[in-house]
């Protein structure tokens, strides 16, 4: 049986014509100015939002080129952990990156599931606000957000952003307003805003970085089990049984709560919620 071929193999830097030097060099140069402003503002290190998914370690890659082997002087990492993670992702960032520092969410998907009275969906996603969106306030945050992953990123995300402005750094306006800011706001630098996914690859492979083995067999994004956004969570909650059950735990406790509360509902058993939700 052959072997499969892996994602380095496919972005292998001799694959292509053209380099990606223009990429890496402007992404690099916009870590470096977060830093400087970071710096101005009193806020410390740059907080990098750090999840294991590929965009994140591309983000790890540049602030390795921006800053050597000394990163972590210039660098905090900071893992969101949201008990819905994917265990080989888990297991992945443990082993290849031992200093990012973890943090656990106050309120679990299951509370959640409850006290919403009914499970996440792509137009109420309550969950990224309480499990994903939490630290980085005062800080000035490093993420590996890019616009090819949606129209509303595209639309509302932009390199550098002060509290949702969107800002170019290289206007004399916009730098007087971070210069004057008020230090507990949060600020955001998005250095691979504009890359493609391809281009992620090719520099995760050019710099022969780590990536999580679940991208080899067949994984195109590693969000929460079960998140609304992935058109593939059925067979993904196939795959993790465990987390399908407690999925169907949360549903009848939210229909008893719905109960309690006397609150109109059609669904009858915490299958119908699941029958339901993975269609909708």
């Known amino acids: 049986m052959s072997e499969k071929i892996t994602k380095k193999q496919i972005y292998a830097p001799n694959n292509y014509f053209l380099d990606i030097e223009e990429e890496k060099n402007k992404a690099v140069e916009r870590i470096k100015t977060a830093y400087n402003f970071s710096q101005r503002l009193g ?6 939002c750090f999840s294991g998914g590929k965009d994140s370690v591309a983000v790890y890659g540049l602030c390795n080129l921006a800053f050597g082997d000394l990163f ?22 443990r082993k290849e990156f031992p200093f990012v520092e973890r943090h656990l969410s106050k309120k679990t998907m299951w509370e959640l599931i409850v006290e919403n009275g009914m499970p996440p969906t792509r137009l109420t996603r309550y969950c990224c606000k309480e499990l994903k969106e939490k630290g980085g306030e005062g800080r000035f945050c490093l993420t590996g957000v890019r616009w090819a992953e949606s129209i ?16 170019n750094v290289d206007n004399s306006e ?24 391809e281009t992620v690859w090719r520099f995760i492979s050019e710099e022969n970085l780590p990536y999580c083995s679940l991208y080899d067999q067949g994984y195109d994004r590693l969000g929460c089990i079960g998140c609304p956004m992935d058109t593939k969570r059925e ?13 169907l735990r949360a549903f009848g406790r939210m229909l008893e ?9 059609t669904w009858r058993t915490p299958e119908e919620v699941m029958k339901w939700w993975l269609e909708i």
């Open 174 to 197: 916009d730098r007087r307003l971070l210069e004057h800011c008020i230090p507990k706001r949060k600020h955001i630098c998005n250095p691979i805003v504009d890359w493609s996914e």
């Open 43 to 48: 806020l410390g290190k740059l907080y990098v």
């Open 72 to 93: 972590l002087d210039f660098c905090e990492f900071h893992y969101q952990h949201t008990g819905l993670d994917h265990p080989e992702l888990v297991r992945f960032i």
């Open 257 to 265: 709560e719905r109960k309690r509360k006397g609150l109109k509902t």
């Open 152 to 167: 509303k990123r595209r639309n509302n995300r932009g390199e550098f952003e002060s509290d949702g402005v969107l800002l």
């Open 235 to 247: 067979k993904v909650l196939s795959s993790y049984p465990k987390y399908k059950e407690a999925y």
